[in-house]
Every structure is written in C-alpha cells, then in structure tokens.
C-alpha cells in the first residue's frame, strides 16, 4: 500500500501559540485528504476534508478559523492549529486518497499537548 | 445515512483463545468494508477489506466476511497473541462517497499472557 508520513510525531506548545501540523503522501498523489482527532479512548472524528487546490470542506461544529487547512499539492496538506489552548490537546491524524488507489492510507498520527 | 456499529469494548482474552468483534453496518448500495487496527500511540493501519459480498478479507491470521444478508462483517482471529493488543475499527465505504469513511466506535482488544 501507499504511505502517508506526519510531522511532527509529538508537539508540546504553550497556550496561544500556533502549530502546523504536517501531512505527506510519499508514494503517490493524493487528490484528496482527510484531518481527523482522536480524543483518549475514542474513535476518529472528522474534522475536515480537502481536496488539491480547492478550500476544505469541514465537518459541524469545526471552527475552520481555528483549524487552518491548507492542500495546495498533491502530496502535502497542513493543518494549522491556531491560538492553541489546552482543549486542543488531542491525536491529529491525516489520510490521504488518490492515484489508483481505491482507499485512504493513515498518516501514524501527530499527538499535541498544550500547556 | 451510512452508519457502522461495532461491538462495546474493552474485551480480554487469554492468549491462544479464539476472537471475534462484531460489526454490522447500514449503507445505500454496495459499500466496500474495511477492519483498520490501532497500537498504542501509533495511526492507523489497514487490517483487512472486503469490497463485494461473499469477499473474505484476511491478513496476519484475521479474517472477515462480507455478509450483505446480515449486513455484517465480523472479524475473527483463530489463536490471538499479547502483541495483538490494540483498538480494532471498523469502517465502510460507500459505492458513491468518494475516499470517504464512516468508522464504528472502535474495540479495544487486551490479551494477556
């Protein structure tokens, strides 16, 4: 299968800093991609989806101002948290679909503390 | 809409007994069904996937079958081991969706030796 790579793996930030939040596809080109988060114990909520070169689409009750959500190619996609507060604090996954590939490949996760 | 229930966790087994974690789906069309499974801390990986009735899926000794009767797809382990430890998700995908998934809650699986 494809693979999908994340950076950073683990981010620790002060409250009211931003992250960015990185999510590549290495092997192949990803038309669309998907951020989800992941609270303790819980299955994956989605947050938003995006396709290349076009505006994200986000799920209810997602604040896209705050989530910041950028696809400009066809292997990259950013997820930006902005002015983080604690709450914030979660496992953010990407996914990404594309090429001849009938399916989404997982990105191992970005795990955010915010202190 | 597309909806997939799955089993309420935790479940604990001794090593070397047999699982099963249930899932049942609801879905316009002929989705293909997918077990994704999750270590700890890590993302998610791809276990197995069906994409039409009567396909089994099958990987590292786990299989499930795509009974569009039952509209089930449960996922069964003849002999699970400790490092089979992890939350195991079921999830669909719609004919007409896209890339898009619909995931159960999850199953946390803990074997112990």
């Known amino acids: 299968g494809a693979v999908v790579s994340q950076h950073p793996s683990r981010v620790i930030c002060k409250s009211g800093t931003s992250v960015k939040i990185e999510c590549r596809s290495l092997?192949?080109?990803?038309?669309?991609m998907f951020w989800y988060r992941q609270f303790p114990k819980q299955s994956l909520m989605l947050m938003a989806t995006?396709?290349?070169?076009?505006?994200?689409?986000?799920e209810q009750g997602v604040e896209k101002d705050k989530f910041l959500i950028n696809h400009a190619s066809l292997t990259l996609s950013t997820l930006t948290v902005t002015s983080a507060h604690p709450e914030d604090s979660s496992f953010y996954i990407c996914?990404?679909?594309?090429?001849?590939?009938?399916?989404?490949?997982f990105g191992p996760g970005t795990r955010l503390t915010v202190l | 809409g597309n909806s997939v229930t799955q089993m309420e966790g935790p479940v604990t087994l001794s090593e070397e007994a047999f699982l099963t974690i249930n899932c049942t789906y609801t879905?316009?069309?002929?989705?293909?069904l997918f077990w994704y499974v999750q270590y700890p801390g890590e993302g998610l990986q791809l276990l197995l996937k069906?994409?039409?009735?009567?396909d089994k899926g099958s990987n590292k000794g786990f299989e499930a079958t795509y009974r569009k009767e039952t509209t089930s797809f449960h996922l069964e382990k003849g002999s699970v081991q400790v490092s089979d430890s992890a939350v195991y998700f079921c999830?669909?995908?719609?004919?007409?969706?896209?890339?898009?998934?619909?995931f159960g809650k999850g199953t946390s699986l803990l074997v112990t030796p």
């Open positions: 092997d192949f080109q990803a038309t669309t």
């Open positions: 069906a994409t039409k009735a009567d």
């Open positions: 879905a316009t069309g002929y989705p293909s």
């Open positions: 996914s990404a679909g594309g090429g001849s590939y009938n399916e989404q490949f």
């Open positions: 999830a669909l995908k719609s004919s007409n969706s896209g890339y898009a998934l619909n």
């Open positions: 995006s396709n290349e070169g076009s505006k994200a689409t986000y």
